[in-house]
Nanobody, 125 residues
């Protein structure tokens, strides 16, 4: 089992920045792919970015690439999502997710088995 705990959400003005954190515990044997997925009210889950366990491979949904950066601190077993130039349409619950190593590169949220409880990000105009 893998446990994921997100933190760092909040209320931000448009144009601002935010850093979300995801603490990873449990079965972290080096064969996980980590991801951030968001869900806005009334919409389906949307993949944002992913990273392999070593941190050497990163992948993003095209529409957010450039504004969102995923990273990983191996010493802390923590995955981060940094965002800048935030827009009201970025308002959503942001979830940390984990899947098997072989799903690296997948933008399909259904490929990820483990999920955190989510953290709310609200962007005001």
């Amino acid at each position: 089992q893998v446990q994921l705990v997100e933190s760092g959400g909040g209320l931000v003005q448009a144009g601002g920045s935010l850093r979300l954190s995801c603490a990873v515990s449990g079965r972290t044997s080096g064969d996980l792919t980590m991801a951030w997925v968001r869900q806005a009210p009334g919409k389906e889950r949307e993949f944002v970015g992913g990273i392999n366990w070593s941190g050497r491979t990163k992948f993003y949904k095209g529409s957010v690439e450039g504004r969102f950066t995923i990273s990983k601190d191996s010493a802390k077993n923590t995955v981060y999502l940094e965002s800048n130039n935030l827009k009201p349409e970025d308002t959503a619950v942001y979830y940390c997710a984990a899947g098997r190593a072989e799903v690296v590169g997948s933008l399909d949220p259904n490929d990820y088995e483990y999920w955190g409880q989510g953290t709310q990000v609200t962007i005001t105009s």
